[in-house]
């Protein structure tokens, strides 16, 4: 079973497209998990949505899921943020918002693998980049994997009794692989199809392969321009257009 795993396509719906196109090459898919943020900040909401919705993705709901819908409010959303969580509230139709908010915060797919956004701790909110957040997630884990987005950054964290802290947490590069071994718990943070931050701005995603037993990470070129040009046009902020070319 080949599985694509997303998260943050934050309404990119040019990086997504390039995204499936890019991890179609390499076989067929057999599914698609999607750990939240596929709204907000970019200009094709509805669009995302129902492009993962056409490929049956398994999702789990983000903070910008949350927030389209006013399940939470925007009060804690830095202005840039609220902005385009207010803008992506008034353009999504209601069935698309029923679709949001049916989504769970946590799910388990393929019996092995947890899916959140944030981490097991605080699924929508906290953000899993330190030794401490690691640990703390991976002791709730009930899945040997896991898969967690919202930094935006691809990463793995592993329980490991050595370490510093009882985890090691590492950025994860193109082309990386992870193999995964049931003995050893791991999380491993795809990074953001649609709005990376770690000074990439290709489009970042993953691979799990039950052939053999790993997770690949990949970055892909998509049109940034052309995302940026429909930003423009919908009047979203500035700085959320400028950042794409930037990759932070
Ligand atoms: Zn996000």
């Keep these: 079973m080949r599985v694509l795993v997303v998260s943050d396509v934050h309404a990119n719906l040019d990086a997504l497209e390039a995204v499936l196109r890019d991890a179609r090459t390499g076989g067929v898919l057999d599914a698609v998990w999607s750990?939240?943020?596929?709204?907000?900040?970019?200009?094709?909401?509805?669009?995302?949505?129902?492009?993962?919705?056409?490929?049956?993705?398994?999702?789990?709901?983000?903070?910008?899921?949350?927030?389209?819908?006013?399940?939470?409010?925007?009060?804690?959303?830095?202005?840039?943020?609220?902005?385009?969580?207010?803008?992506?509230?008034?353009?999504?139709?209601?069935?698309?918002?029923?679709?949001?908010d049916a989504m769970p915060e946590t799910r388990i797919e393929a019996e092995y693998f947890s899916l959140v956004h944030g981490t097991l701790r605080r699924p929508i909110w906290e953000y899993l980049y330190s030794v401490e957040a690691g640990a703390a997630h991976l002791a709730l884990q009930q899945t040997p994997f896991g898969f967690c987005g919202h930094t935006h950054v691809p990463a793995i964290a592993s329980l490991d009794a050595d370490a510093p802290g009882g985890c090691d947490f590492r950025r994860l590069a193109d082309g990386q692989s992870v193999s995964l071994d049931p003995g050893t718990k791991v999380v491993i943070n795809p990074g953001s199809v649609g709005q990376p931050r770690d000074g990439d701005p290709r489009a970042s995603y993953a691979v799990y392969d039950s052939e053999t037993q790993?997770?690949?990470?990949?970055?892909?070129?998509?049109?940034?321009?052309?995302?940026?040009?429909?930003?423009?046009?919908?009047?979203?902020?500035?700085?959320?257009?400028?950042r794409l070319s930037e990759g932070r």
């Design 214 to 242: 790993s997770v690949t990470l990949r970055r892909v070129e998509y049109d940034i321009g052309s995302t940026q040009r429909l930003m423009e046009k919908a009047g979203l902020p500035r700085w959320l257009i400028e």
């Design 35 to 100: 750990l939240g943020d596929c709204v907000g900040y970019g200009p094709l909401p509805g669009e995302c949505l129902s492009r993962l919705s056409d490929e049956s993705a398994a999702s789990v709901a983000g903070n910008h899921e949350r927030a389209a819908t006013g399940a939470i409010s925007v009060d804690d959303f830095n202005p840039d943020a609220r902005a385009s969580a207010l803008w992506t509230a008034d353009r999504l139709e209601g069935d698309e918002k029923a679709l949001l």
